[in-house]
């Protein structure tokens, strides 16, 4: 076996070189990993198996983070309220869980909006809904016609708005992302993604 640097002849169980010091490579670990490395048509196969997310996204946050603050301010109203009722005694250890109960509306809401998730991936449009049992509806990119955006004034006001999505599959119709923050930047990458297959 010669040197790769110097090109000087080395033992065969020798590691290094010792003319220019160069780390000699195993020719069994080169041969192991050589065999164990997949060929160009399976790693382009598996690269074909493999979905690139662009973007997932979930309704606002605004409406739910605004009920908390109102069911906050309500719960110390109602409190204060109840410990002024002067014809009734009621103690704070039963006011105070009355008005935290107030907090389960907006709980509710959030759990809702979390029930919802949008997921733009390199081939399609994936809308899952549930929280234990989820629903995934997938929608192919190579079915839809057009991306538009609609947004009320108030939705323009607070940023955020709905993804229009008309889809050519059997079913047909629309198909809506809802109340989404910044909807014109989801639906820019959905249209630079359909681009790519059209």
């Not at 640097?5 to 010792?18: A, E, H, I, T």
């Not at 999505?165 to 630079?192: C, F, M, Q, V």
Request: overall charge positive; proline content about 5%; aromatic content about 8%.
């Amino acid at each position: 076996m010669r040197c790769a640097n110097c090109g000087s002849f080395l033992d065969s169980d020798s590691r290094f070189c010792k003319n220019c010091g160069t780390v000699v490579r195993d020719p069994e670990e080169t041969r192991i990993v050589r065999t164990a490395a997949p060929s160009a048509s399976q790693r382009h196969a598996e690269d074909d198996d493999i979905e690139n997310v662009v973007f997932t996204v979930r309704p606002t946050l605004l409406f739910v983070k605004i009920g908390y603050v109102a069911a906050i301010v309500g719960a110390i109203v109602l409190t204060i309220l109840l410990a002024m009722v002067s014809f009734i005694d009621i103690p704070i250890y039963l006011s105070l869980p009355i008005a935290l109960a107030l907090l389960l509306i907006p709980a509710y809401y959030h759990i809702k909006r979390n029930m919802v998730r949008y997921t733009l991936t390199d081939s399609k449009v994936e809308i899952d809904y549930g929280f234990i049992a989820r629903t995934t509806r997938n929608l192919p990119l190579s079915k839809i016609q057009d991306v538009t955006v609609s947004a009320s004034i108030p939705q323009r006001i607070l940023g955020f708005g709905d993804v229009v999505i008309d889809n050519a599959s059997e079913i047909g119709g629309s198909t809506i992302l809802h109340n989404i923050n910044k909807p014109r930047h989801y639906a820019d990458l959905l249209l630079r993604e359909l681009r790519r297959w059209h």
